[in-house]
């Protein structure tokens, strides 16, 4: 029930991104045919966008592994690995879950480690909490 809520909700962000990346390109198209130079905007706009893209991919990769960690009496089954690391098991999507995640491990948000069906998240418990905001 909650995979198939987290499979219907990616696609519903992918369809939305993918739109606004496709309407972005479109716009700096014909803002480069009238001949106006707001060319480093739409460049950083498309990138931003095009970033939105892989974190929302992530985001979904991450609530993917959690939701496939749930239970059949709604049990969370993870483990703790030291103070700020769960063990889950992500089965035979494991490699493929831990890839997607790294677009959230690159921002720092935790680092991802996959070893067979295991994935490992280390939070940093040292981030700013300034960091979390505006990046």
Same mark, same amino acid.
């Given at each position: 029930?909650?995979?198939?809520?987290?499979?219907?909700?990616?696609?519903?962000?992918?369809?939305?991104?993918?739109?606004?990346?496709?309407?972005?390109?479109?716009?700096?198209?014909?803002?480069?045919?009238?001949?106006?130079?707001?060319?480093?905007?739409?460049?950083?706009?498309?990138?931003?966008?095009?970033?939105? &893209?892989?974190?929302? %991919?992530?985001?979904?990769?991450?609530?993917? $592994?959690?939701?496939?960690?749930?239970? =059949?009496?709604? *049990? +969370?089954?993870?483990?703790?690995?030291?103070?700020?690391?769960?063990?889950?098991?992500?089965?035979?999507?494991?490699?493929?879950?831990?890839?997607?995640?790294?677009?959230?491990?690159?921002?720092? &948000?935790?680092?991802? %480690?996959?070893?067979?069906?295991?994935?490992? $998240?280390?939070?940093?418990?040292?981030? =700013?909490?300034? *960091? +979390?905001?505006?990046?």
């Amino acid at each position: 029930m909650l995979q198939s809520a987290v499979r219907a909700s990616g696609h519903e962000m992918r369809n939305a991104l993918n739109g606004l990346v496709v309407n972005l390109e479109v716009v700096r198209a014909q803002i480069a045919a009238s001949g106006v130079s707001v060319e480093p905007f739409m460049s950083q706009a498309l990138e931003q966008s095009e970033e939105s &893209v892989r974190l929302a %991919e992530s985001a979904n990769a991450l609530l993917t $592994l959690l939701v496939g960690a749930v239970g =059949p009496g709604g *049990e +969370l089954r993870c483990s703790t690995v030291g103070d700020n690391a769960l063990k889950i098991d992500g089965g035979s999507d494991a490699e493929r879950l831990a890839n997607g995640l790294r677009p959230l491990a690159a921002r720092r &948000v935790f680092s991802v %480690e996959q070893t067979g069906p295991t994935v490992i $998240l280390r939070i940093p418990d040292d981030r =700013p909490e300034n *960091e +979390l905001t505006n990046e």
